[in-house]
Structure formats: C-alpha cells, structure tokens
C-alpha cells in the first residue's frame, strides 16, 4: 500500500476564485471520505463515496462544495467563490468495506486570502 | 446523533508516567468508537477501534482503551510515556454498518516531560 495521496498539499487563493483538490485512495479501497478540520477542532465530516456513488454529503456542504470520484477511483473536492471561512485543512480517507478502519491522507491545507 | 467530548485539550505527563486520555460519548444507537493520533504535518493514524466484543481493546505503540457503557466512556491508555507520544490525540464516533461516518472530538493535545 502507497497509502491515501493528497494534492496539492498547500493551497492559498484569494476569495472569490475556485480551488480544486485530489484525494487518491489506497488501492481496491471502495469507500473514500472527505473532511475538514480548523485549528483547533476535530476533523468535520463532509461527504462519502462507495465507488462511485455519494451516499451522503453533511450540511456544512453548501452548494459551493461539489465533490466527484468518477470511475470509483480518485476523488476531486471543488470549492467555488472561496470565502475567508474556507480556510482548513481537508483531509481525505478511504476505506476497505465496511471495516471500520479509515486510512487518512496528510491533507490540504487551504488558506484564502 | 453522536458525539464525543474530550475531557482535557491539553494533557502533560512526564516520560515513564501513565497516559490517560478521557472520552465520553454519546449515541443513540451502539456505538464504534476510535482513537486516531495526530502527528505534526501528518495525516491521521488509527490506534485502536471497538466495534463488538471484547470492551478492553489493544491498540499500537502500547496503548489499549476499554469501552465502559454504563460510564459511556472509551478512556485511553498507556502504561509508560514515551517522548515520541507527543501528538494530538482524537477520540471519534460512529453507527456502525450504514452510518460509517466519523464524528470527532475536539483533540487533547499530549505533551511529554523528560
């Protein structure tokens, strides 16, 4: 195992632009999760994938957030307009079934400036 | 709904000492609760999980936790602190099969005293 792989692993864009991020998850791992965490707090759920589809996204997804794994594999979370309240970390995870046992990425941090 | 709260966001030990970190959780179905470790710039590592069975469960680098649910707490342990210990610490919740989702404490930040 390679291990989650995240990129890029620091982003800073200035408010308003769109910023992209790439989680791809350990190999034959079905289930891949996005979170995101502030200073100081625990990490947040956001939203999940079993393949390809998205069984559940949190309401702190606004419509800005969209998220996509086509083909099952990696795994893109679009932030559209960024805002000063979306500066964290987004720390991405997979899963091999129902295990119980998710792998985390090193995350990105974004900072909007 | 769950949730887990951490009793201590900041927790000093000397080195040889006994770890405990506290976590008390709440759920309205059984919960499967997890420790995960944070190391500076790294990602998060599982240490250890309860799901069902056994409530005394042994993680790595020597720690073990016991789920108590009259006390609904998951404390976690470690016998003797070691310098390489220091890392932030998070507690997490979740449903079980169908509600895989994590919810995370806060973090109890682990300090080690030489």
């Known amino acids: 195992d390679t291990g989650v792989s995240q990129d890029p692993r620091h982003k800073i864009t200035k408010r308003g632009q769109n910023v992209t991020f790439r989680c791809d998850p350990i190999?034959?791992?079905?289930?891949l999760y996005w979170y995101r965490q502030t200073l100081g707090q625990g990490p947040e759920f956001l939203t999940y994938?079993?393949?390809?589809?998205?069984?559940?996204k949190s309401r702190l997804l606004s419509d800005r957030f969209s998220a996509e794994r086509p083909k099952g594999s990696f795994s893109t979370l679009e932030i559209q307009r960024t805002e000063q309240g979306d500066s964290a970390m987004y720390l991405c995870?997979?899963?091999?079934?129902?295990?119980?046992?998710?792998?985390f990425g090193p995350g990105t941090r974004l900072t909007v400036t | 709904a769950q949730s887990v709260t951490q009793l201590g966001s900041h927790v000093s030990v000397s080195e040889g000492a006994l770890v405990l970190l506290r976590c008390n959780y709440s759920?309205?179905?059984?919960?499967?609760l997890f420790w995960y470790v944070q190391y500076p710039n790294q990602g998060l590592q599982l240490l250890l999980k309860y799901t069902t069975g056994a409530t005394l469960v042994k993680g790595i680098n020597g720690f073990e936790a016991e789920f108590k649910k009259s006390e609904t707490s998951f404390h976690l342990t470690k016998p003797s602190a070691h310098m390489s210990d220091a890392a932030e610490y998070f507690c997490a919740v979740s449903g079980g099969f169908g509600n895989e989702k994590l919810t995370f404490g806060t973090g109890t930040r682990l300090t080690i005293i030489p």
């Open positions: 995870a997979s899963e091999a079934g129902a295990t119980y046992e998710q792998y």
């Open positions: 759920s309205s179905v059984p919960p499967y």
């Open positions: 190999s034959e791992h079905n289930r």
């Open positions: 994938f079993q393949n390809e589809a998205q069984l559940e």
